[in-house]
Structures are given as structure tokens and as C-alpha cells.
């Protein structure tokens, strides 16, 4: 089992940016982002895995940047260009992928408690 702590979310201006961290127990092959806003589905954003091999979902491409340290065992998130429809709870994710089969979506079962994420117009 993998243990999930999150910081860095917050309040900015639309425009603004914030990083976001998710650190783990330990390792894991597969980590990701995840959002969700009130009465909406919880929404995959970015994942990547211990290989830097990653993926985003289109609403963030050229504005979020996903990244890890493995010998950390943490995870980032970095968010630029934000808008007021990028406002959620972020929610970090870990899988146990492997190279064959990468990170299925289906094969996320441990979560950090969220961090909320606030922009403003």
C-alpha cells in the first residue's frame, strides 16, 4: 500500500500560476493528477511514470507541466496560464503500472486527501 501527501494548492488571480506536490511512502510506478470540481466527475489530468513517460489530457496541454523525482518518491505539478474553470480539489493518484502495461486509468487505487485549487477572474 502507498501512502499519498499533497501541498501546494491555494488562491490566485487568473494568469497566475502554483506547483503542486505529492509525495509517496515510496516507490510507485505510476503517479497522477486527478481534479475535481463541485458537482462535476473527478477528471485525469496528467500522469507519468518512473521512466518520465507521461500524458496529458487536452485542457492542460502547454499550460501544466507534470514531473517527478523518483528518489524522493514526489511527484509536481506545475500550473501557469491558469483559468477560473481550472478551480477543483486536485487530487493525487499512484498506480503499481509496469513498462508492458503502463498506467490503465482503471489501476489507480491509492489517493492523497486533495488540495483545493482556486482561481479567480
Known amino acids: 500500500q502507498v501512502q499519498l501527501v499533497e501541498s501546494g494548492g491555494g488562491s490566485v488571480q487568473a494568469g497566475g500560476s502554483l506547483n503542486l506536490s505529492c509525495v509517496a511512502s515510496?516507490?510507485?510506478?505510476?503517479m497522477g493528477w486527478f481534479r475535481q470540481a463541485p458537482g462535476k466527475e473527478r477528471e485525469g489530468i496528467a500522469h507519468?511514470?518512473?521512466?518520465?513517460?507521461?500524458m496529458y489530457t487536452e485542457s492542460v496541454k502547454g499550460r501544466f507541466t507534470i514531473s517527478r523525482d523518483n528518489a524522493k518518491h514526489t511527484m509536481y505539478l506545475q500550473m501557469n496560464s491558469l483559468r477560473p474553470e481550472d478551480t477543483a480539489m486536485y487530487y493525487c493518484?499512484?498506480?503499481?503500472?509496469?513498462?508492458?502495461?503502463?498506467?490503465?486509468?482503471?489501476?489507480?487505487?491509492?489517493w492523497g486527501r486533495g488540495t483545493q485549487v482556486t482561481v479567480s477572474s
Open positions: 507519468i511514470d518512473s521512466a518520465s513517460d507521461y
Open positions: 515510496g516507490p510507485i510506478y505510476c
Open positions: 493518484a499512484a498506480s503499481p503500472g509496469t513498462p508492458t502495461t503502463w498506467c490503465p486509468l482503471e489501476t489507480y487505487r491509492y
